[in-house]
């Protein structure tokens, strides 16, 4: 898949990042996906990664690519908002690992995020 130029939509013209794995593999819904384990740098690239509260997805989704020693996970995903730079459009982005930062979205932390069973 070549990110930057790929978009994934629901019938309104949103393309918020629950609709990559909904139409972009055959995972299905993110509310039929349950937390499994903390990604690390083993986790196989692809894999998707969401996270959760009490069992349940909330915040985001997307696709595994890698993990630094800091624990800064990389991923292919899509935002609805994402700015210029990335159009909405599926991108690869790392989010820092920052289990300190209280004030941040749960989306925003890479030590949120865990591996999604479908």
Request: glycine share 12%; hydrophobic share 25%; with cysteine.
């Amino acid at each position: 898949m070549k990110t930057g130029l790929t978009k994934f939509t629901n019938s309104e013209g949103y393309h918020e990042c629950v609709f990559f794995p909904q139409q972009g593999s055959s995972s299905g819904h993110t509310s039929n996906g349950n937390a499994g384990g903390v990604p690390t740098k083993n986790t196989p690239e692809g894999t998707w990664i969401a996270t959760f509260v009490n069992g349940k997805f909330k915040g985001h989704v997307g696709s595994f690519v890698s993990m630094d020693s800091k624990g800064n996970i990389s991923m292919v995903d899509q935002h609805n908002k994402s700015g210029p730079k990335r159009n909405g459009a599926v991108h690869e982005y790392t989010y820092t690992n920052k289990p300190d930062s209280p004030n941040n979205y749960i989306s925003n932390d890479a030590s949120n995020y865990r591996i999604v069973l479908w």
